[in-house]
């Protein structure tokens, strides 16, 4: 089969634009939507549902920015609507004229297949929401578009009156519709019941089924799996699984159930193995923190912490793994922890390429400061550049050190006209010399940083090219009336590669000047500065 | 029947504190452990599975604890431990002697059923294998102890090897096991055909067949309803899903759907409704920030953003849940968002107590004042206190403000003894008087609160008992060129009710003045002080 001919004979349809945008606290910019679409573009999803033009004023302009700005390599635009309103013609209906001139290929229109949605929430007849699901598909049809029937609330829907929600579905289907979408709307089905009413409606409709499932019951892609073993051939889903209340079927766990797990082929491999790398882009475009242990795309989803299985991993990792974790683009990786024990040590020690099983002294003495430092609220598992400060100055016998601390100030003063200014100066001893620099920034770390940056950059010029990419506070909670610390984790990039640092402490300030000199240590290190 | 005999016929099995501490960022003190345990025991879980003495000091010390300290209603404590090494007799495995000697009543023990992990990981026969499962059962049970066999890898052993994989449960039933738990212990399967194997097993084994599920396929919930669809008894997971990878089975989804969408009665209704709330409680335990889209209970499970749905949910609320949010403790909420529009302002307005319907003018100005703040990077949805505020200042023409700001200082030094102090200044024109007052604290916004709550106390000794609970800094990148902002989110409580409040700005430290103020003033404003 050619490529399109696999995205026609099954279709992997995002609707990340439109319902993942409903997700509490998440907000698209049109430039955020057009670059979320060129992911899933290069995903290779055969549709990529973009908004309701017509409807919301962004989406109309994405609309109109995509056909210039938009080339897509395998998906198809889908713009979504609802059926034209009571009492009009459809071509008459401004929403569906907005349809119609959003230059979309394929429209997903809307429509109530619930008796008690058509009485309460539509207010009109059973009859009128026929014709209106008649009307829209018939016009939209006719002017040339491909239409896609997305039937809300279609299992409540049937389990309170099958007959009229499947006469909804045949409508559509006479009036010209290519797909019967059902939709789990409030996402309460659970898997059986889903697939039993699934099977039922593909016997009794004799259209193409789609399925639409939202998390509300932990269950969106297992039921996206029942429906197609039940015979859909459409699959609706998000990246991320985001969405409203507990979220959409993550379409990124279902692709990879199906090609991995179930044989189909859905997208391009090569789609495949770009997955987490994607996964983490989209994250970072939605500005939503990625859910490390998301399926397959998590950081976490092939980390290993217990003791037990570490010993083991060293055998053979397939036996602790589901699949190769290659498949998707991810890693598997080891974590170092307190639970872990030395077999995890020496497995992150090779990662990061020095040898400690010949050298069990060693591995012993960095197991227990690791012990230590995690007791004190440290966490390892984010920071591997300070796991490997730690390590190479137990190997070394001494701290890895390329300047000497002798104070600093950080300060932020709201000045009588209302300006804020944020200044601090640091004092170091570098190669000999005293050297006293100041800084400023948009918050009292941000200058501590850029104060120790001009510190340093006579002596090393090699720091110009640092960037601080990602700042991370948690607070920790004291246990039996200690008072509450609080961690801090930096990540750093000279534009070629990102390592991550931590600092504890009871001040947030000292901590982040922790993870600040393990950034800048660590830095110096990798452009193969010597220690002085 | 009686709450024993229900707990009895169907086993809901807690093992957050051995399983779900394996999840990466995730350590609990011992303390801890009692303390989430007593928050199941409140759930109304049959068992909780401590954690294994022997192998870590800390599981010791907690069944030492236990036995003083736990005052368990409902649950069993069972402790986890594997069978005896090779070679040895149980009685004289110290690892079996933990176990004996933790005062627990059930010890679980975790066995391989999987032949390529007898010989690779375990280092043995098959038979040895066998007899090791023989020997410890035999053992723990003829001390008196009640014993589970949780079967590692079960699946994948059986699909490699099934007659050796039921072997295993043969012998262990033989030898005196209560159930044997069927573990997917690498996460990778599917419903289907998890359910076929469950239901030949328990054919074959005759045994009382457990469920152990993990969330690498996404289907960790739906797994654990496919085998008890096909005839387990006895289901493990863990509070918020929390484990290693992509995590466990989220125990509180599947008691919900077992109990509210498959009729079976497996903990008692009051505990149920209590189950957000404590959610919530172990999430506070753990140091984890709970997932607001965690289905049933997070905050986002019944929160409706869309204006689509946001005018039909004044109609008839069900028609848009799953379930009555009130089983679970949790409730309906409304967003407000530039998604929603004017009828999510008017309806979040109502939950607030105001009656915008009437006064289209007030609603006009207040959705656009909302859309306006969003796009600067404000976000009402989790800062219900600072939206008030708004309101107020909309209804009344002018700004709530109890005082007026003239300026601040905010700073950290550190002296050259390596000690670091913050400190700051606050000066406000409080009721006509000028006021500068100074603070210290832990971090320059911590020390800029108490300077401000300083500078308030004479004027308004109300604001004494408000404590800040929890801040949070969310950088938003910029679009098209413009400057990084921060978004700064605060908790504030007086002991009896909590209110959140934002901040927007490029520089961080002017953010989290606007969050204390607005905080500050709404917490006056609960006082019932009136604005001069």
């Known amino acids: 089969m050619s490529a399109k001919d696999v995205y026609e004979s099954f279709h992997i349809y995002d609707t990340t634009l439109r319902d993942g945008s409903q997700q509490e606290g998440l907000s698209l910019a049109v430039a955020d939507k057009l670059a979320i679409a060129r992911h899933l573009d290069a995903l290779g999803v055969g549709f990529i549902e973009g908004g309701w033009p017509g409807a919301v004023p962004k989406d109309t302009e994405f609309f109109r920015r995509a056909q210039t700005e938009l080339d897509l390599k395998h998906a198809q635009l889908a713009a979504f609507g609802k059926t034209r309103r009571t009492g009009v013609k459809a071509a008459d209906d401004p ?147 985001y969405g409203e209340r507990s979220g959409n079927a993550n379409l990124f766990s279902v692709v990879a159930n199906l090609q991995l797990k179930l044989g189909r082929e859905v997208i391009p491999p090569a789609g495949l193995a770009e997955m987490t790398r994607i996964a983490h882009a989209v994250a970072e475009v939605t500005n939503l923190a990625p859910n490390p242990q998301a399926p397959y795309v998590g950081v976490s989803a092939f980390a290993h912490k217990a003791g037990l299985h570490a010993s083991a991993v060293r055998v053979d990792p397939d036996l602790y793994q589901h699949i190769d974790p290659q498949l998707v683009g991810n890693d598997m990786r080891m974590l170092v922890s307190e639970m872990a024990g030395r077999a995890s040590i020496e497995l992150k020690g090779r990662e990061l390429g020095f040898d400690l099983s010949a050298d069990p002294d060693t591995l012993a003495r960095v197991t227990n400061r690791v012990k230590e430092l995690e007791a004190q609220g440290y966490s390892f598992e984010a920071a591997d550049a300070s796991f490997e400060l730690l390590l190479r100055g137990e190997l070394g016998g001494a701290p890895v050190r390329f300047f000497e601390v002798l104070s600093w100030r950080t300060f932020a003063d709201r000045l009588a006209d209302g300006l804020v200014v944020n200044q601090a100066t640091v004092k170091l001893r570098v190669k000999g010399e005293e050297v006293l620099a100041a800084g400023e920034g948009n918050g009292p770390v941000n200058a501590l940083d850029n104060a120790l940056r001009a510190a340093l950059a006579a002596a090393y010029p090699a720091l110009a090219g640092l960037e601080l990419m990602d700042y991370k506070v948690r607070i920790l909670t004291g246990d039996h009336g200690t008072a509450s610390r609080t961690r801090v984790l930096i990540t750093t990039s000279d534009g070629v590669a990102e390592w991550s640092t931590v600092g504890v402490d009871e001040n947030v300030i000292t901590a982040s000047w922790q993870a600040l000199v393990d950034a800048v240590t660590f830095g110096l290190l990798a452009k193969g500065e010597t220690v002085v």
């Open 95 to 241: 929403l569906v004229a907005a349809l119609r001139e959003s230059g979309a290929p394929i429209v997903t229109l809307v429509a109530k297949s619930h008796v008690r949605h058509v009485d309460l929430a539509l207010r009109t007849t059973l009859e009128e929401n026929l014709a209106m699901i008649r009307d829209t598909v018939e016009h939209l049809h006719a002017e040339g578009r491909r239409v896609f029937l997305d039937a809300e609330h279609f299992f409540d829907g049937y389990l309170a009156d099958p007959a009229y929600a499947l006469e909804c579905l045949r409508t559509a289907a006479e009036a010209g519709a290519d797909v019967a979408v059902l939709c789990d709307t409030n996402g309460g089905m659970l898997p059986t019941q889903l697939a039993d009413i699934v099977h039922e409606v593909r016997e009794a409709s004799g259209t193409r089924i789609g399925i639409h499932t939202h998390d509300d019951a932990a269950c969106a892609v297992a039921n996206a799996l029942a429906a197609v073993d039940a015979g859909a051939t459409h699959v609706q889903g998000t990246a991320n699984g």
